[in-house]
Protein backbone atom coordinates (compact mmCIF):
# COMPACT_ATOMS: atom_id res chain seq x y z
CA UNK A 1 0.00 0.00 0.00
CA UNK A 2 0.97 3.54 -1.03
CA UNK A 3 -0.82 7.26 0.23
CA UNK A 4 -0.09 10.37 -0.31
CA UNK A 5 -1.99 13.10 2.08
CA UNK A 6 -1.70 16.50 0.31
CA UNK A 7 -1.52 19.60 2.23
CA UNK A 8 -5.35 21.21 2.62
CA UNK A 9 -3.85 24.49 4.22
CA UNK A 10 -6.10 27.66 2.90
CA UNK A 11 -5.50 27.32 -1.01
CA UNK A 12 -8.47 29.08 -2.41
CA UNK A 13 -8.80 26.55 -5.59
CA UNK A 14 -11.80 25.19 -6.84
CA UNK A 15 -10.82 21.44 -6.78
CA UNK A 16 -7.81 20.29 -4.50
CA UNK A 17 -7.04 16.63 -3.63
CA UNK A 18 -6.63 15.66 -0.10
CA UNK A 19 -5.69 11.75 -0.47
CA UNK A 20 -5.45 9.12 -2.78
CA UNK A 21 -3.87 5.71 -2.89
CA UNK A 22 -4.37 1.99 -3.30
CA UNK A 23 -5.17 -0.46 -0.85
CA UNK A 24 -6.23 -4.14 -0.27
CA UNK A 25 -8.01 -4.81 3.20
CA UNK A 26 -8.38 -8.62 4.79
CA UNK A 27 -10.51 -9.87 7.33
CA UNK A 28 -9.65 -6.56 9.03
CA UNK A 29 -11.67 -3.38 11.00
CA UNK A 30 -12.42 -1.28 8.13
CA UNK A 31 -15.68 0.79 8.51
CA UNK A 32 -16.72 4.37 7.56
CA UNK A 33 -19.15 6.50 9.04
CA UNK A 34 -19.88 9.53 6.52
CA UNK A 35 -21.87 11.38 9.81
CA UNK A 36 -18.79 11.28 11.80
CA UNK A 37 -15.94 12.59 9.96
CA UNK A 38 -16.37 16.42 10.28
CA UNK A 39 -17.93 19.17 8.79
CA UNK A 40 -15.77 20.20 6.14
CA UNK A 41 -17.24 18.68 2.88
CA UNK A 42 -15.07 16.16 1.00
CA UNK A 43 -15.62 13.85 -1.35
CA UNK A 44 -14.51 10.00 -1.74
CA UNK A 45 -14.13 8.53 -4.88
CA UNK A 46 -13.35 4.88 -4.55
CA UNK A 47 -13.00 2.41 -7.62
CA UNK A 48 -13.42 -1.99 -6.75
CA UNK A 49 -10.42 -3.76 -8.26
CA UNK A 50 -11.10 -6.91 -6.59
CA UNK A 51 -13.00 -8.64 -3.52
CA UNK A 52 -16.24 -6.85 -2.56
CA UNK A 53 -17.45 -3.61 -0.12
CA UNK A 54 -20.60 -2.86 1.28
CA UNK A 55 -22.08 0.82 1.10
CA UNK A 56 -25.54 1.78 3.22
CA UNK A 57 -26.47 5.11 1.43
CA UNK A 58 -29.58 6.95 3.17
CA UNK A 59 -31.95 3.83 3.12
CA UNK A 60 -30.69 1.27 0.65
CA UNK A 61 -27.42 -1.25 1.41
CA UNK A 62 -25.15 -1.74 -1.91
CA UNK A 63 -22.49 -4.84 -2.81
CA UNK A 64 -19.95 -2.58 -4.33
CA UNK A 65 -18.03 -5.55 -6.50
CA UNK A 66 -15.36 -5.45 -8.46
CA UNK A 67 -15.21 -3.09 -11.39
CA UNK A 68 -17.62 -0.69 -9.29
CA UNK A 69 -16.48 2.71 -7.90
CA UNK A 70 -18.04 3.83 -4.81
CA UNK A 71 -18.89 7.76 -4.33
CA UNK A 72 -19.89 9.57 -1.32
CA UNK A 73 -19.89 13.10 -0.15
CA UNK A 74 -18.96 13.94 3.75
CA UNK A 75 -20.66 14.53 5.65
CA UNK A 76 -23.51 12.56 4.53
CA UNK A 77 -26.06 9.77 6.22
CA UNK A 78 -23.86 6.68 4.94
CA UNK A 79 -21.40 4.06 5.93
CA UNK A 80 -19.19 1.88 3.93
CA UNK A 81 -17.56 -1.51 5.21
CA UNK A 82 -15.20 -4.64 4.89
CA UNK A 83 -17.79 -7.60 6.12
CA UNK A 84 -15.62 -10.47 7.91
CA UNK A 85 -14.32 -12.68 5.95
CA UNK A 86 -14.14 -10.75 2.78
CA UNK A 87 -11.41 -9.08 1.13
CA UNK A 88 -11.62 -5.15 -0.72
CA UNK A 89 -9.30 -4.08 -3.01
CA UNK A 90 -9.13 -0.59 -4.67
CA UNK A 91 -7.80 2.64 -5.29
CA UNK A 92 -9.42 6.07 -4.33
CA UNK A 93 -8.97 9.95 -4.78
CA UNK A 94 -10.87 12.45 -2.09
CA UNK A 95 -10.82 15.82 -2.98
CA UNK A 96 -12.57 19.18 -1.71
CA UNK A 97 -13.65 22.51 -3.42
CA UNK A 98 -16.29 24.21 -4.77
CA UNK A 99 -15.82 22.86 -8.52
CA UNK A 100 -14.88 18.78 -7.06
CA UNK A 101 -17.98 19.32 -4.78
CA UNK A 102 -20.68 20.24 -6.97
CA UNK A 103 -19.37 17.87 -10.55
CA UNK A 104 -19.89 15.00 -7.63
CA UNK A 105 -23.21 16.12 -6.27
CA UNK A 106 -24.61 16.28 -9.58
CA UNK A 107 -23.37 12.59 -10.29
CA UNK A 108 -24.50 11.67 -6.97
CA UNK A 109 -28.30 13.42 -8.27
CA UNK A 110 -27.95 11.40 -11.47
CA UNK A 111 -26.74 8.03 -10.68
CA UNK A 112 -26.11 7.65 -7.07
CA UNK A 113 -23.57 6.35 -5.17
CA UNK A 114 -22.52 2.85 -6.99
CA UNK A 115 -21.18 4.00 -10.80
CA UNK A 116 -20.32 1.15 -13.68
CA UNK A 117 -17.83 3.36 -15.45
CA UNK A 118 -16.53 3.14 -18.68
CA UNK A 119 -13.18 1.53 -18.97
CA UNK A 120 -11.17 4.32 -20.10
CA UNK A 121 -12.09 6.24 -17.07
CA UNK A 122 -11.04 4.21 -14.65
CA UNK A 123 -7.54 4.22 -16.12
CA UNK A 124 -7.62 7.74 -16.68
CA UNK A 125 -8.88 7.80 -12.80
CA UNK A 126 -6.24 5.45 -11.98
CA UNK A 127 -3.49 7.41 -13.59
CA UNK A 128 -4.36 10.57 -11.95
CA UNK A 129 -4.22 8.79 -8.20
CA UNK A 130 -1.08 7.65 -9.62
CA UNK A 131 0.03 11.22 -10.67
CA UNK A 132 -0.75 12.57 -7.86
CA UNK A 133 1.49 10.00 -5.40
CA UNK A 134 3.95 10.83 -7.75
CA UNK A 135 4.17 14.38 -9.36
CA UNK A 136 2.24 16.26 -7.07
CA UNK A 137 4.92 18.17 -5.43
CA UNK A 138 2.90 21.85 -5.33
CA UNK A 139 -0.78 23.03 -4.98
CA UNK A 140 -1.08 23.75 -8.20
CA UNK A 141 -0.13 20.66 -9.37
CA UNK A 142 -2.53 18.53 -6.83
CA UNK A 143 -5.17 20.80 -7.98
CA UNK A 144 -4.55 20.63 -11.82
CA UNK A 145 -4.71 16.57 -11.45
CA UNK A 146 -7.68 16.39 -9.16
CA UNK A 147 -9.40 18.66 -11.61
CA UNK A 148 -8.61 16.47 -14.51
CA UNK A 149 -9.77 13.98 -12.46
CA UNK A 150 -12.92 15.46 -11.78
CA UNK A 151 -13.63 15.72 -15.29
CA UNK A 152 -13.34 12.70 -16.17
CA UNK A 153 -15.79 11.50 -14.00
CA UNK A 154 -17.95 13.51 -15.49
CA UNK A 155 -17.49 12.09 -19.07
CA UNK A 156 -17.72 9.00 -17.71
CA UNK A 157 -20.87 9.18 -16.63
CA UNK A 158 -22.88 12.38 -18.48
CA UNK A 159 -20.32 11.51 -21.74
CA UNK A 160 -21.97 7.86 -22.37
CA UNK A 161 -25.67 8.99 -21.96
CA UNK A 162 -27.37 7.52 -24.70
CA UNK A 163 -31.19 8.92 -24.43
CA UNK A 164 -31.99 10.23 -27.81
CA UNK A 165 -31.77 13.99 -28.49
CA UNK A 166 -35.62 14.53 -29.28
CA UNK A 167 -36.41 12.49 -25.93
CA UNK A 168 -34.70 14.71 -23.95
CA UNK A 169 -36.01 18.02 -25.96
CA UNK A 170 -39.23 16.46 -25.01
CA UNK A 171 -38.99 16.34 -21.42
CA UNK A 172 -37.47 20.38 -21.63
CA UNK A 173 -41.20 22.16 -20.85
CA UNK A 174 -41.83 19.58 -17.92
CA UNK A 175 -38.40 20.18 -16.54
CA UNK A 176 -39.43 24.53 -16.83
CA UNK A 177 -42.61 23.08 -14.78
CA UNK A 178 -41.01 21.69 -12.42
CA UNK A 179 -38.71 24.52 -11.60
CA UNK A 180 -41.46 27.26 -11.29
CA UNK A 181 -43.82 25.13 -9.17
CA UNK A 182 -41.40 23.94 -6.52
CA UNK A 183 -43.85 25.59 -3.93
CA UNK A 184 -46.85 23.45 -5.38
CA UNK A 185 -47.95 20.01 -5.43
CA UNK A 186 -46.61 18.06 -8.43
CA UNK A 187 -48.28 15.01 -8.96
CA UNK A 188 -46.65 12.43 -11.71
CA UNK A 189 -50.14 12.95 -13.31
CA UNK A 190 -49.86 17.05 -13.41
CA UNK A 191 -46.26 16.45 -15.30
CA UNK A 192 -47.65 14.05 -17.40
CA UNK A 193 -50.21 16.08 -18.82
CA UNK A 194 -47.55 19.13 -19.00
CA UNK A 195 -45.35 16.15 -21.48
CA UNK A 196 -48.39 15.28 -23.64
CA UNK A 197 -48.08 11.41 -22.69
CA UNK A 198 -49.48 8.88 -20.34
CA UNK A 199 -48.30 8.33 -17.00
CA UNK A 200 -47.05 4.96 -17.65
CA UNK A 201 -45.10 6.58 -20.75
CA UNK A 202 -43.92 9.60 -19.41
CA UNK A 203 -42.51 7.91 -16.35
CA UNK A 204 -40.62 5.66 -18.72
CA UNK A 205 -39.55 8.37 -20.69
CA UNK A 206 -39.08 10.66 -17.99
CA UNK A 207 -36.50 8.27 -16.30
CA UNK A 208 -34.72 7.46 -19.09
CA UNK A 209 -33.92 11.01 -20.13
CA UNK A 210 -32.45 12.60 -16.70
CA UNK A 211 -31.41 9.02 -14.99
CA UNK A 212 -34.43 9.94 -12.20
CA UNK A 213 -38.11 8.76 -12.08
CA UNK A 214 -39.78 11.99 -11.44
CA UNK A 215 -40.93 11.82 -8.28
CA UNK A 216 -37.48 11.76 -7.80
CA UNK A 217 -36.19 14.25 -9.78
CA UNK A 218 -38.93 16.62 -7.98
CA UNK A 219 -37.53 15.64 -4.56
CA UNK A 220 -33.50 16.42 -5.85
CA UNK A 221 -34.73 19.76 -7.52
CA UNK A 222 -36.97 20.76 -3.73
CA UNK A 223 -33.85 19.65 -1.91
CA UNK A 224 -31.41 22.13 -4.29
CA UNK A 225 -33.56 25.08 -3.46
CA UNK A 226 -33.66 24.24 0.40
CA UNK A 227 -29.88 24.35 0.69
CA UNK A 228 -29.67 27.58 -1.63
CA UNK A 229 -32.14 29.47 0.47
CA UNK A 230 -30.83 28.29 3.88
CA UNK A 231 -26.85 29.31 2.85
CA UNK A 232 -27.82 32.62 0.82
CA UNK A 233 -31.23 33.55 2.68
CA UNK A 234 -30.30 33.43 6.12
CA UNK A 235 -33.33 35.92 7.21
CA UNK A 236 -35.87 33.39 6.43
CA UNK A 237 -37.35 30.89 9.32
CA UNK A 238 -36.99 27.02 8.57
CA UNK A 239 -40.60 26.91 8.26
CA UNK A 240 -40.66 29.26 5.27
CA UNK A 241 -37.79 27.61 3.22
CA UNK A 242 -40.04 24.56 4.00
CA UNK A 243 -43.18 25.76 2.28
CA UNK A 244 -41.33 27.60 -0.60
CA UNK A 245 -40.05 24.48 -1.62
CA UNK A 246 -43.28 22.39 -1.12
CA UNK A 247 -43.58 21.26 2.09
CA UNK A 248 -46.50 21.93 4.06
CA UNK A 249 -45.24 20.27 7.11
CA UNK A 250 -42.03 21.74 8.70
CA UNK A 251 -41.26 18.66 10.55
CA UNK A 252 -41.49 16.28 8.00
CA UNK A 253 -39.54 18.94 5.20
CA UNK A 254 -36.67 18.51 8.53
CA UNK A 255 -37.04 15.13 8.40
CA UNK A 256 -36.72 14.66 4.71
CA UNK A 257 -33.62 17.10 4.84
CA UNK A 258 -31.61 15.15 7.30
CA UNK A 259 -32.19 11.71 5.91
CA UNK A 260 -30.69 13.25 2.62
CA UNK A 261 -27.94 15.46 3.79
CA UNK A 262 -27.43 13.84 7.39
CA UNK A 263 -28.03 17.27 9.08
CA UNK A 264 -31.04 18.88 10.23
CA UNK A 265 -32.24 22.11 7.78
CA UNK A 266 -30.96 24.51 11.27
CA UNK A 267 -27.64 22.26 11.36
CA UNK A 268 -26.74 22.79 7.87
CA UNK A 269 -27.05 26.46 8.22
CA UNK A 270 -24.99 26.67 11.27
CA UNK A 271 -22.19 24.37 10.38
CA UNK A 272 -21.44 26.46 6.74
CA UNK A 273 -22.15 22.32 5.19
CA UNK A 274 -23.00 24.04 1.55
CA UNK A 275 -20.23 26.11 1.72
CA UNK A 276 -19.40 25.57 -1.99
CA UNK A 277 -22.38 27.58 -2.77
CA UNK A 278 -22.05 30.41 0.19
CA UNK A 279 -19.90 33.19 0.67
CA UNK A 280 -17.22 32.03 2.61
CA UNK A 281 -15.43 33.81 5.74
CA UNK A 282 -12.01 34.55 4.89
CA UNK A 283 -9.76 32.25 6.36
CA UNK A 284 -11.35 29.51 5.66
CA UNK A 285 -10.20 26.01 5.08
CA UNK A 286 -12.37 25.21 2.00
CA UNK A 287 -10.68 25.46 -1.23
Not at 196 to 207: K, W
Not at 222 to 247: H, W
Request: proline share 6%; glycine share 8%.
Amino acid sequence: MKTVSLPRGRHSLHTMPTSTGYEVRRDEIYDWDGRKRGQTPFTVLQHTIGGTGNLRYENRTYKVRSGETLLVLVPHNHRYWLAPGEHWEYFWISMNGEEALRIHRSVLAVHGPVLKLPAETIEHLADCSLRLIQNAETAGRASSIAYEAAMALYDGTFGSHTVAPNERTAMQPVIDHISANLDKPLPVEELAGVSGLSRAHFSRVFAESEGLPPAEFVLQKRMQRATKLLTNAAFLPVKEVAIMTGFDDANYFSKVFKRIYGASPTEFRTTGMYASISNRAPGSDEA
